[in-house]
C-alpha cells in the first residue's frame, strides 16, 4: 500500500513540474462553448500529443519527443483538456460527459482544416485517444503510452476512488496520496473530479473493431493501469514495445522518442 501511495504521489509531482506553463498559443471555442488552449509548432505532417490527468500540453516539452518531433518536420499540436491548465474548467459535470474530451480534439482538428493525423497520448491521454480511435477517421497512426487494458473495465477501482476521494471521501486510503498532492498545490479539484467521474472506457468489442495502426509503449518498471499485454492482445493491429523507466520516467526518454518517431516514419 505505502509502494502504491509513493508512485501516485511522485508521478503527481513531476507531472506538475513538467506541466508548469506559459500561455503562447491560442484558444479554439468547442461545441459546448469550452475555450481550449492549444499550441501548434512547425509545418509538416501533424501529431498532436495528449497528456495525461492533471497534466497540460506544456510537459510534454521537458519530453525528448516533442524536440524530436520538430527536428524531425512534424507539425506538433499541444492541447491542454478541458478542466486543465489554461483550458476552461467547467463546473458543470455534465461538460466532462459523453467523450467531450475527445470530442474537443475532433473539433480542434477540424478549426486547424486538418486532414489526417497521428496522435500520441500518456497515461490518461491514451485514454482518450483511445475513443478517438473508435470515434474520428482522420488519425492515421496511434501511440499508447503509460497504459495497460484496466481503463476497459468501466468500474474500474482506481477510477471510481479518484473521483470519490476528490469529493470528499476519505474512506478510500489507496488514493491518499494523489488526494494530498492536488490539495497541496492547489487544483480545480472539482474539474478534476469530473475528469474522473465521467474518464471514458473503451470496450473490449470497440477495440476489437480498431483497423488503426497502434504501437503500445510500456516501461520496463511501469506496473500502473493494467496489462499492456492484455491491451495489446485487445486491439487486433497493435504492437507492443518496451523502453527504460517506470510510469513517471518513461515518457521522457530518447528511447520512448526513438519508438515513437521509428513508428510513426515507417
Not at 488526494?179 to 473503451?202: C, G, N, R
Not at 495502426?213 to 504492437?239: A, F, M, Q, Y
Not at 518496451?242 to 513508428?263: C, D, M
Request: charged share 20%; net charge neutral.
Amino acid at each position: 500500500m505505502k509502494k502504491s501511495l509513493t508512485v501516485i504521489g511522485i508521478l503527481l509531482m513531476i507531472t506538475t513540474h513538467l506541466f508548469a506553463q506559459k500561455a503562447e498559443g491560442n484558444y479554439f471555442t468547442s461545441f459546448d462553448s469550452t475555450k481550449i488552449y492549444y499550441e501548434v509548432k512547425g509545418d509538416g505532417y501533424p501529431v498532436i500529443l495528449i497528456h495525461g490527468f492533471s497534466g497540460t500540453g506544456q510537459g510534454w516539452k521537458s519530453c525528448a519527443v516533442y524536440g524530436d518531433l520538430l527536428k524531425a518536420g512534424y507539425k506538433v499540436i499541444l492541447i491542454d483538456q478541458r478542466g486543465n491548465g489554461n483550458s476552461d474548467k467547467p463546473h458543470n459535470e455534465l461538460a466532462y460527459a459523453n467523450d467531450a474530451e475527445a470530442k474537443d480534439i475532433m473539433g480542434l482538428m477540424s478549426s486547424l482544416n486538418i486532414k489526417h493525423y497521428d496522435a500520441l497520448g500518456y497515461s490518461r491521454g491514451s485514454i482518450i485517444l483511445s475513443r478517438l480511435l473508435v470515434l474520428d477517421k482522420r488519425i492515421h497512426k496511434a501511440i499508447m503510452g503509460g497504459m495497460g487494458d484496466a481503463y476497459t473495465n468501466p468500474d474500474w477501482p482506481r477510477r471510481v476512488h479518484a473521483y470519490k476521494a476528490l469529493m470528499g471521501d476519505t474512506t478510500l486510503h489507496d488514493v491518499d496520496g494523489m488526494v494530498k498532492y492536488i490539495h497541496s498545490q492547489h487544483f480545480d479539484e472539482l474539474s478534476l473530479a469530473y475528469q474522473q467521474k465521467y474518464q471514458p472506457s473503451t470496450s473490449i468489442k470497440e477495440l476489437a473493431a480498431v483497423k488503426k495502426p497502434v504501437l503500445i509503449i510500456r516501461g520496463t518498471e511501469d506496473k500502473e493501469n493494467g496489462s499492456e499485454i492484455g491491451l495489446n492482445k485487445l486491439i487486433l493491429h497493435s504492437e507492443l514495445t518496451y523502453v527504460p523507466g517506470n510510469h513517471n520516467t518513461a515518457i521522457r526518454t530518447s528511447e520512448f522518442s526513438a519508438a515513437v518517431l521509428k513508428f510513426i516514419g515507417d
